[in-house]
């Protein structure tokens, strides 16, 4: 059975560094894709990254160029960090394991972790 669980949430300066991981249990991270999203206050899950497990990390708009995606292939785990928080990015972080290599197919998601990140 496919788990994602995420941790390392936690509250953060604005200006700081913030950084969630994703263990992902019963799936392969170096073979197939994971996805980061974020639920901010009072809106919808939004798409983050994109981490293929043989390609290049896929950004939105909204945190390209400051936030990081990678993976760990010895802990099959993967990792999303910024070192230029911002308030906008108190959100709750969920990973989701898909299906298929390119990011196509089923979601298998985790509980989410929060993160508050304060001025």
């Known amino acids: 059975q496919v788990q994602p669980v995420e941790s390392g949430g936690g509250s953060v300066q604005a200006g700081g560094s913030l950084s969630v991981s994703c263990a992902a249990s019963g799936y392969n991270v170096t073979l197939n894709c994971m996805q980061w999203f974020r639920q901010r206050p009072g809106q919808g899950r939004e798409w983050v990254a994109d981490?293929?497990?043989?390609?290049?990390?896929v950004y939105a708009i909204s945190v390209k160029g400051r936030f990081t995606a990678s993976q760990d292939n010895t802990k099959n785990t993967v990792y999303l960090q910024t070192n230029s928080a911002k308030v906008d990015d108190t959100a709750v972080y969920y990973c989701?394991?898909?299906?298929?290599?390119?990011?196509?197919?089923?979601?298998?998601w985790g509980q989410g972790t929060q993160v508050v990140v304060s001025s």
């Open positions: 981490i293929p497990g043989t390609g290049v990390a």
């Open positions: 989701a394991a898909r299906r298929n290599p390119d990011c196509t197919g089923s979601y298998y």
